[in-house]
Nanobody, 116 residues
Framework: QVQLVESGGGLVQAGGSLRLSCKIS?????????MGWYRQVPGKQRELVAT???????DYADFVRDRFSISRDNAKNTVHLQMNSLKREDTAVYFC?????????WGQGTQVTVSS
């Protein structure tokens, strides 16, 4: 059974930083998966924040470009999202996703709250 567990969320002041982690466990070759971070606020659709391909190519939504950085450590089955210069509008539940050609897995999410 594959599990994705996010951590690192919390309360931070605007302008501050947080580092989210996604630990993947189970029978999965994480190196074969594209990984992504998404976020969702109540009443809105889940939106893509950042992705990193199995080959290590990163891409970002425009609203986080130059502020957030996604990375992966396949040896540790972990994906990180470094979030800098946080804004109130970054407040959301952040989810980790692993995607292959045939399967997709989601984590349960971690809450990020940015106060003014």
């Amino acid at each position: 059974q594959v599990q994705l567990v996010e951590s690192g969320g919390g309360l931070v002041q605007a302008g501050g930083s947080l580092r989210l982690s996604c630990k993947i466990s189970g029978t999965i070759f994480i190196s074969l998966y594209d990984m992504g971070w998404y976020r969702q606020v109540p009443g809105k659709q889940r939106e893509l924040v950042a992705t990193i391909s199995s080959g290590g190519i990163a891409d970002y939504a425009d609203f986080v470009r130059d502020r957030f950085s996604i990375s992966r450590d396949n040896a540790k089955n972990t994906v990180h999202l470094q979030m800098n210069s946080l804004k109130r509008e970054d407040t959301a539940v952040y989810f980790c996703k692993a995607v292959s050609r045939f399967q997709a897995y989601w984590g349960q999410g971690t809450q990020v709250t940015v106060s003014s």
